[in-house]
């Protein structure tokens, strides 16, 4: 298992988002990272990591973030509060008033 502090339950979380990453086709370092990464947002939301950033504690769950944008036609991008510190980290005036097309059109221009 890849860290030490990991309890069993994230373990077992681990094997199951690697396996089922694995079998949709993903390379093995690829599934590892996409378990990884998953599992430390987790720990973060939930308080069991020592530090973690903001998006992860607010942002929505990786298994309902994922649930939500597969399957659909619509892009699946950043969220509008991602665009919106995107824009305020580049300077972009006006930011606050914009819609999230607005965001995305202003910072790829930015870019």
């Known amino acids: 298992m890849p860290q030490q502090a990991w309890s069993k339950k994230r373990?077992?979380?681990y094997e199951h988002v690697k396996?089922?990453?694995?079998?949709?086709g993903t390379s093995t370092k690829e599934a590892k990272e996409i378990a990884a990464r998953t599992v430390n947002k987790e720990r973060a939301r939930t308080g069991e990591a020592k530090t973690s950033s903001r998006t992860s504690k607010k942002d929505m769950s990786s298994g309902r973030r994922g649930g939500l944008r597969?399957?659909?036609d619509r892009p699946k991008g950043r969220t509008k509060e991602q665009l919106y510190n995107e824009a305020k980290r580049m300077?972009?005036?006006g930011r606050s008033k914009m819609s999230k097309?607005?965001?995305?059109?202003a910072v790829d221009r930015k870019k």
């Open 70 to 72: 597969s399957g659909t």
């Open 101 to 105: 097309q607005q965001l995305q059109r």
């Open 11 to 13: 373990e077992r979380q």
């Open 19 to 24: 396996d089922s990453a694995k079998k949709r």
């Open 91 to 93: 300077g972009i005036d």
